[in-house]
């Protein structure tokens, strides 16, 4: 009887260690999506393009942060690497990717 108080007590420490490291990832996932999503509104009101300093600065992130959600948006196809013009100098950065625009309709004479 003894064996079985202490298997369920371990177990429902398992159980528990197992939900809070589910209950992390799922925060982790949910604030990465969100970074993911103002980097690319911030892309989308800079069409020039913003360094990586930029968002670090306004997003609160730390450097390796910021460099890996930024890597990772541009191998999602994103947004690229592109040099951005700041203070006089020319600083690598990123920009949104263009999209290629969709065909145009065929003019009426052209049936």
């Not at 079985?4 to 398992?14: C, F, G, K």
């Not at 197992?18 to 690319?40: D, S």
Request: net charge positive; glycine share 4%.
């Amino acid at each position: 009887m003894l064996r079985r108080t202490l298997d369920a007590e371990i177990q429902n420490d398992i159980d528990s260690a197992e939900m809070a490291e589910n209950h992390r990832q799922l925060r982790t996932v949910t604030t990465n999506t969100r970074h993911r999503l103002r980097i690319l509104e911030i892309l989308r009101d800079r069409p020039a393009g913003e360094t990586p300093r930029f968002f670090r600065d306004n997003l609160g992130l730390t450097t390796n942060r910021a460099n890996a959600l930024l890597q990772a948006l541009a191998e999602d196809g994103h947004i690229k690497a592109a040099p951005v013009f700041k203070t006089k100098r020319w600083e690598a950065g990123y920009k949104l990717v263009g999209r290629a625009k969709p065909p145009a309709e065929p003019a009426n004479n052209e049936k």
